[in-house]
């Protein structure tokens, strides 16, 4: 067993990370860009692309400021000594992938090939349950009641907040120890 897997204990993650993955997910999107070419975009999605990638941008870069800021290590399942709760952490708990999502998604849009979002959607899927619900357990388990409160308030993605059942389940253990 080395190092970061004693650290990190049954949450070792070797393998294809989420910025390779965002990589992959845009490789893959080529292929149907060279088959319709001359590519003939719609204003309108176009644009809408164009602010999707400007948001995927600016949500990565400002939420791996805060890490380090914050002295959390950007890398899935690294060391968390504090939870950061600002910037755009107030209105969703995964703004990294949700960037990557948007920077998958908006290539597609820009290009006017509309059935290629089936990279952004597999994308999504597989941050889901290959980090997302993964790294959750691992920041309950790091952070405790903290964690839980700030779930219960924040959505996982956009949306809706975590569940309130969870939070009030880990309030009365808390108290009963």
Do not use: D
Not at 142 to 160: F, I, T
Request: glycine share 8%.
């Amino acid at each position: 067993m080395n190092k970061s897997e004693q650290v990190l204990g049954s949450y070792a993650r070797p393998g294809l990370l989420p910025p390779k993955a965002l990589l992959l997910s845009l490789l893959s999107q080529i292929p149907p860009v060279l088959w319709s070419w001359p590519l003939k975009p719609a204003k309108a999605p176009a644009l809408v692309g164009v602010g999707m990638l400007a948001a995927g941008v600016v949500l990565n870069v400002w939420a791996e400021r805060l890490f380090r800021k914050s002295g959390v290590g950007v890398c899935p399942f690294s060391p968390v000594p504090t939870l950061v709760s600002e910037g755009p952490y107030r209105f969703t708990r995964n703004p990294m992938y949700l960037g990557m999502v948007l920077l998958s998604a908006s290539w597609p849009l820009m290009m006017g090939l509309y059935w290629n979002l089936w990279a952004a959607a597999a994308l999504a899927v597989w941050l889901h349950f290959r980090f997302v619900l993964p790294e959750e357990e691992f920041l309950r388990e790091r952070l405790g009641v903290g964690y839980l409160e700030y779930a219960s308030r924040n959505p996982r993605w956009l949306g809706l907040p975590g569940p309130r059942a969870l939070l009030r389940g880990a309030k009365a253990t808390e108290k009963a120890v």
